[in-house]
């Protein structure tokens, strides 16, 4: 027996810092419509998809930093979302920036939900890798202060949703494999992931043209490895001056590519996910409890950074 998902991905192309909630979210129903004429269970939009990607910019004032938060979920705002969600019997995935009640104060989270066919809240995800820096450095074209603006999370969970474990992870997540290991051991069947990359990384120039590579190679390599679907939504397009990778996909257990967006607008594509094609994978070359050696893997929790030995050559293992 089949446990088919038909999953939509919902890419947005740019959000203008004049543009306003309400006409976002007129642009995600849009969406949502199109996905479920095509008969959508689901339809995974972007990371941050309310507003303009907001890190790119150095900004002072603590009242701006907050406009481009949402204080709850669901709010006026993004009620219509969830309205249409019910009524069309679609699920969805969303990024956005959460300002949280945590310890008596506020605190700043990139941050992703899924919500069920009859809209309804049943996960919530805090972005874990938080990319970019902390100070503002004018020496770039443009900033990515990620860093600054949010709080990082500390798990990676799954939740049983449309008859299958689903989780969630948030961009720069998608170029870690712990990411989707964590997830795999928790038996994960299929991996959201909103995104918005600028196609130019300051630090490392010379990537620019690999952008679009590395994003898939990052999720094919994610998908296989832990025997998952997984699917990566962007927010494209040129914001505000600056041009962020398209590259919307979805990807099978197997790592192949089984439906895509072709431009950077707001756009759908739609594949048929049969969660069972896990097993395929899950059972045989990555069943972990058959193959996997954790004692040959302490480093991985031990350590942050790589370690060199005194005279900066390679670590060596200390003879047993
Ligand atoms: N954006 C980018 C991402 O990881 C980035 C940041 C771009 C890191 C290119 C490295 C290279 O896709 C977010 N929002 O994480």
Redo the contacts with the bound molecule.
Sequence with gaps: MARIVNVALGQLGPIQRSDTREQVVKRLCALMREAHALGADLIVYP?LALTTFFPRWYIEDEAEINSYFETSMPNAATQPLFDLARELGVGFYLGYAELAQEGGGLVRYNTSILVDKAGRIVDKYHKVHV??HFEHEPWRRFQ?L?KRYFKPGHRFGVVQAFGGVFGMAL??DR?WAETYRVLGLQGVEMVLIG????VH?APAPE?DDL?LFHNRLSMQAGAYQNGTWVAGVAKAGVEEGVDSIGGSCLIAPSGEVVAACTTKGDEVALARCDLDFCAVYKKTTFNFDLHRQPRAYGMIVERKGETLAADGSPWQAPAH
């Design positions: 990371e990319p970019g990515h990620e961009c720069n170029r995104y918005n990359t600028p990384n990537h952008s």
